[in-house]
């Protein structure tokens, strides 16, 4: 059956041409989400018409299984899928939040796929719920055609035609115009810092970076804790969900504007601070910090988690999500197992002959991969693969090796 299933994906795969069905720009849709911590309920905002495709032109399914939420466009004249992709939400973490038992509340979100030729059914949705559908003929239904020229973008890596490439977007928030000369250089630190960590460094030929210049009216970013409100052009916040350093984009809209100002397949936002903050949702964002001791870590870390999917390995920090990952359920991402079935470890095979599994927490196991317990905000029940990495410890730490390898895998899933 699983030979089949697979046999079957394969074929999927294989068989979408990308110039049957897509042209070279991009469709994007934005939609709500409202709901509470068992609700979900998804909204058609509006359609908008972006520029030329960054993502692969040659893998168009999504074969990683990442995200918590899936994609899905399907060719409505063939009913064949065309195009995949998994991701996860900001609306999704708040559900794990005691908040969610008490409110309901509306969070924006936005799905890209590449311009369809003809009529398409897009699908959000979770295993096999469909959480949300409709169809769209785009030479028969209104689509906004984004301001493109809006923006002045700068190309701070360039190695080559975006479809080809992984490109990453940099947003400045909380910059002023006359912080201009900062927020370059800030900028450019972060393009150099990426492209000199591995595993980016050594896949550089396949990267790009682009920078739009985004100026605030104010410099620095909200901290409502503090009663800090700052009047900065994307609207980032300090204390989401009322944790002290959860600084995230709420207003998914504006980023979304500003990003579409290049070709870009993942985003980062740079936020004009000295405070410890950011944070990370695969395939939607990555916010850190300019200014702070940690801030390469933060950079790195987060960008983990939003491109490759990585889980958080540590558990000692204090998070105000209550199971974050619900019991007696596999997580999706790579990097973290709950371990139900003996002998099966998603990353077995990096684990050498002779690793006890569960591994003890020795000095002698210490550069090994195994199966440490303690990871994914839990201390039991929940596994990581080495005893330190980038995605446990704060501070100069490399990526494990199962982290590295699936950050390679993103690269190239991007880029082929
Ligand atoms: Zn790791």
Redesign the pocket.
């Given at each position: 059956m699983v030979f089949t299933l697979f046999t079957l994906l394969l074929a999927q795969v294989q068989d979408v041409r990308f110039d049957d069905y897509f042209t070279n720009g991009t469709m994007r849709v934005d939609m709500y989400i409202t709901g509470n911590y068992l609700e979900e309920i998804i909204t058609l905002d509006e359609v908008i018409a972006e520029g030329e495709w960054a993502g692969s032109k040659n893998n168009l399914i999504d074969y990683t299984g990442y995200g918590c939420e899936q994609l899905r466009i399907y060719h409505s004249k063939s009913s064949r899928m065309i195009y995949s992709r998994g991701f996860c939400t900001l609306f999704g973490e708040w559900q794990t939040t005691e908040e969610a038992k008490l409110i309901k509340k509306t969070f924006h979100n936005t799905v890209r796929f590449p311009y369809p030729k003809d009529e398409v059914e897009v699908v959000i949705a979770n295993g096999q719920k469909r959480l949300f559908s409709f169809r769209i003929d785009p030479l028969k239904h209104r689509v906004r055609n984004q301001n493109l020229g809006k923006y002045e973008s700068v190309k701070l890596h360039y190695s080559g035609e975006c479809s080809k490439k992984l490109d990453l977007v940099i947003l400045p928030e909380g910059y002023t115009k006359n912080e201009e000369k900062k927020m370059i250089e800030d900028a450019m630190r972060y393009s150099n810092i990426f492209l000199s960590s591995e595993p980016y460094k050594n896949h550089k030929d396949k990267i790009n970076i682009w920078f739009v210049k985004i100026f605030s009216n104010e410099s620095g970013v909200s901290e409502p804790r503090k009663g800090f409100y700052k009047d900065t052009a994307l609207n980032l916040t300090f204390n989401t969900f009322d944790i002290e350093r959860y600084l995230t984009a709420p207003d998914n809209k504006k980023v979304r504007d500003a990003a579409s100002a290049v070709c870009y397949d993942t985003v980062l936002i740079m936020v004009n601070t000295n405070r410890y903050g950011g944070a990370g949702i695969f395939n939607q964002w990555a916010i850190f910090p300019s200014d702070n001791e940690y801030d390469e870590y933060i950079f790195l870390h987060e960008f983990g988690h939003s491109f490759a999917g990585l889980a958080d390995?540590y558990y000692t920090s204090k998070v105000a999500y209550s199971d974050f990952y619900p019991k007696g359920l596999e997580p999706w991402e790579p990097?973290i197992t709950a371990y139900l079935k003996k002998g099966e470890i998603k990353w077995g095979n990096f684990i050498k002959k002779g690793i006890p599994v569960p591994t003890p927490e020795k000095e002698e196991y210490k550069s090994e991969v195994g199966l440490f317990e303690g990871a994914g905000y839990a201390a039991k029940d929940l596994y990581?693969?080495?005893m330190d990495?980038k995605?446990?410890s704060k501070g100069s730490v490399p990526?494990?090796p199962?982290?590295r390898n699936s950050i390679e895998k993103m690269i190239l899933f991007y880029s082929e």
């Open positions: 390995e990097n990581r693969p080495m990495c995605m446990f990526f494990c199962v982290c």
